[in-house]
């Protein structure tokens, strides 16, 4: 398994609205507190694996950096 760079999924706070679908989709990377998204569990982030949480977000607060 192969990781080309470091990279770990980000919340815009400013975007977020709180629906949870990202919770939903991958609790093990998300989680709601005051209705925001935040990231946990970042260590077990593998880009090649988990490419998908970005589109989990209806609204687009998801990128991975």
């Known amino acids: 398994r192969k990781r080309d760079r470091n990279?770990?999924?980000n919340v815009d706070?400013?975007?977020c609205v709180g629906c949870g679908a990202c919770a939903e989709l991958y609790p093990q990377f998300f989680e709601?507190?005051?209705e925001k998204a935040w990231v946990?569990?970042?260590e077990k982030f593998i880009?090649?694996?988990h490419k998908g949480v970005a589109a989990a977000c209806p609204f687009g607060?998801?990128?991975i950096e």
């Open 13 to 15: 706070f400013g975007l």
């Open 47 to 49: 880009y090649e694996e």
């Open 40 to 42: 946990i569990n970042h």
């Open 7 to 9: 990279v770990i999924p």
């Open 32 to 34: 709601m507190r005051d």
């Open 61 to 63: 607060a998801i990128t």
